[in-house]
C-alpha cells in the first residue's frame, strides 16, 4: 500500500512534498528576519567590521565549498531515487551525510578557537549575532543530517523513495542560507 | 518530475557554484567597497538563484509554491520595515529607548 503522502493529490502535489514547502516558507521568516535585523544593526554599527576581521574567512569558505558539493550529492540522490535506484540515492545521501558531518566539525574547531580568544555570545552585538545565525544554522545541519539517516536507510533497502526528494529540498534550503551567512559574517570586513 | 537535468548539468551547476564562491573570496582583496557588495552579496544572490533552480527545482513546483514562498518574505520584510525605527532612532513622539542619549 503506498503512504497517503503520496496519493493525496488536491494541493497539485504529494502531501510530504507540500508540507516541506510549508517548512521553507517558514524557515524564510525564521532566518530572513535574523539577517534583515543583523545587516540593520551592522549598518549603523560600522565598529563591526573590526570585529569580523576575527572570523575564519577559509573556514567559511571551505564549509560553503562542502555544502555546495553535499547539495549535488542530494540532488543526484533525487534523481537516482527518480530512476528507482534506492541503492544508489541512500549512498549518496549518505555521502551528504558526510558532508554535514565535515561541515559541523569545521564549525566546532572554529567555535572552540574563538572562544578561547575571549569571543563569546556575550561579547558584544557582533559576536551574538554570530554565534545565534551560525548556531540555528548549525542546527538545522544536524536536524537534516539525522532526518536524513532515516531517509538513506529506507532508500538502500527501496522503500519510501519520494522522501528523497523531500529531504533534499529541505537540504537545499539550508544550503541557500548558508550561502547568505557567508559573505554576512566572513566577507564583508 | 520527467523535466529534471542530467548529472552532467547538476556537476556543471556545481562547477559554476564553486567559481562564484572564489569570486566571492577574491572580490573584497581588492579592498574596493563597491566591488565587495557585488562580489559578496550580488554573487550571493545569484548562486541561491542557481541552487532554487537547479538543485530544488522550485520552477517545476506549481506555481502557488512561489507564491507562498514570495509571500512569507514579504511579510517578514514589512515586518522589519514596521521594526526598523525601533533601531534606527533613539527618540520618538511618545517613546524613549532606555539606556541610549537622545542624538542631537
Known sequence: MRPIATTRSTAGMATGQLA?????????????????????????????????????????????????????????????????????????????????????????????????????????????????AAGIHALHVVAGAIIMGFVARDALAGRQLHRVELIGIYWHFVDIVWIFLFPLLYIAK | MAEHAGPASYVKIWVVLLILLGVSIAGPTLEIQVVTMITAFGVALVKAYLVAKHFMHVNLQPRYVLYVLCTCLTLMLVFWAGTAPDIYKDEGANWVKHGVSPAH
Open chain 1, 20 to 132: 516541506v514547502w510549508w517548512v521553507v516558507a517558514s524557515e524564510i521568516v525564521i532566518f530572513g528576519g535574523l539577517l534583515a535585523a543583523y545587516i540593520q544593526y551592522r549598518m549603523s554599527h560600522p565598529d563591526w567590521a573590526g570585529y569580523a576581521e576575527h572570523t575564519n574567512v577559509i573556514a567559511g569558505a571551505f564549509n560553503t565549498f562542502v555544502l555546495l558539493s553535499s547539495s549535488l550529492s542530494a540532488v543526484l540522490a533525487h534523481q537516482a531515487a527518480e530512476a528507482g535506484d534506492g541503492r544508489k540515492a541512500g549512498k549518496l545521501l549518505g555521502l551528504t551525510m558526510v558532508g554535514a558531518l565535515v561541515f559541523l566539525t569545521v564549525k566546532g574547531l572554529e567555535w572552540t578557537t574563538e572562544i578561547q580568544a575571549g569571543y563569546t555570545i556575550s561579547s558584544n552585538g557582533f559576536w551574538a549575532f554570530y554565534y545565534t
